[in-house]
């Protein structure tokens, strides 16, 4: 397994280092993609409530429904977290219980793997196209409830074990707009000599063609960022190479797991905090932190108000929940109306990125949300929307913001204005920042805490560690540092 795990480190390093292909050059993906997004005839419009097809208020429960009982439900929620900046609220929420498919297929073409994406539109995107999965499918559209058009490749996630799973995991999603959401994030190789037709909407990219992709606004979507901060990396130090030196990498190749081993905790030596030190802080809050939910029926919120157009709260804050009419002709049907979470303004997430021993690491939050399965993931050091402060005293501002203000001494090392669920959300984007500081004690707070980016990638592989924002920006991370081509 070792020795598994390390030829796949030099190929994904191989990857990285390859901005171009004979399968896509960059100047030819722009080229496609630009063309894409000229011809692409998508209309969506923003309707009144009663203009939904399909959908209705629930005569008892005032509840969003779906006629078939499957997609999704806008309901109530009541949330107690004591403790908190707003200890209590009631709002509107999004109930998806089922589990769906974002899956990446990877394949060797010359010896250096590639990921098969597709350019696909979704209502909420600015765009509207944007750099998917290869399957980026609910259980209900997978199952074709819509009685649209099979989902293109799902074969291969579907029957996993026909090929080579890099990942399979179930990670959440934003906790504060859908109640315990999940969803099946995988990377399926398949063998060089598989036969894979090339559909249209789809590229083969490079690691590198895509983290170049990453550094453009809006451009790579939410469930490709969370699907690719699986890789197993390796880690990078603060010279952007890797931990392994070149004497360690023709021992690897020679000895194989053992040196792989070795390197891997020397590397975990290095940390600030001792593995076991990571997990019984994450075990502690999420132990002693204490999260209520009830759900409750959407016609009996206070506070919120229900016009022919949007649900919204009181004081014009939080976001509003609205309807869409979609026109297309590159998704499964050709035309639904649908429920959406519009925010009020985008949000800013942002790493603090510090190096200590030559490793880099992340300042984290543990940060509870009402959507989550277990209480508490770890988020970005800075996770919240501007708008929805402005109103409270700055002992409830989030730590940390002085990294943000103008003229701050702190690097930024990257800033990218992203989307997020574009099936879900309309024009929902985070500001994703990277910045570059001294490790400081100091900035660790009870909730708080550095942790190495070898110890965050190892929280990937498991359910429920690290919030979408997280997943997003681990991706991200590995823009930063381009291996040398070759």
Known sequence: MGMVTSTLHRRLTRSAAALDSPQTQLTEFHRWFNDRVDADKSRIDIIEFDRLNGWHFHPDTGNLTHESGRFFTVEGLSTDMPGAPVEHWEQPILHQPEIGILGILVKDFAGIPHFLMQAKMEPGNHGPLQISPTVQATRSNYTRVHRGKPVPYLEYFQHPDRHHILADTRQSEQGTWFLRKRNRNMLIEVSPDTDIP??????????????????????????????????????????????????????????????????????????????????????????????????????????????????????????????????????????????????????????????????????????????????????????????????????????????????????????????????????????????ETALNPDHETPDHRWISLPQLQQLAHHSHYLNIETRTLLTCLHTLHQPAGG
């Open 198 to 435: 090339l559909l249209d909407g789809y590229r083969w990219l490079t690691l590198g063609q895509i983290r170049h992709l990453l550094t453009h606004d809006n451009l790579i979507n939410m469930d490709s960022r969370s699907v690719l901060a699986l890789l197993p990396h390796p880690p990078a130090n603060h010279h952007g190479t890797p931990y392994l030196d070149e004497a360690d990498h023709e021992a690897l190749h020679t000895h194989g797991g053992d040196h792989k081993r070795k390197a891997d905790a020397r590397s975990r030596q290095d940390s600030v905090h001792p593995d076991p030190d990571i997990h019984s802080w994450i075990t502690t809050q999420r132990t002693e932190r204490t999260v209520t939910t009830q759900r409750i029926p959407l016609k009996n919120l206070p506070h919120w108000h229900q016009t022919p157009h949007r649900i919204t709260h009181e004081t014009g804050r939080y976001f509003n929940v609205m309807a869409v009419d979609v026109t297309t002709h590159n998704r499964e049907i050709a035309r639904w109306t649908q429920p959406m979470i519009e925010p009020h303004g985008p949000g800013v997430a942002a790493f603090l990125l510090a190096h200590h021993e030559g490793t880099p690491h992340v300042l984290v939050q543990a940060r509870a949300e009402p959507g989550y399965t277990d209480t508490v993931e770890l988020a970005p050091t800075i996770q919240y929307t501007p708008r929805n402060y402005a109103h409270l005293p700055a002992h409830h501002q989030p730590p940390h913001l002085d990294h943000l203000t103008p003229g701050s001494p702190h690097r930024t090392l990257y800033d990218t204005l992203l989307s997020e669920e574009g099936g879900r959300f309309y024009h929902a984007d985070n500001r994703y920042l990277i910045i």
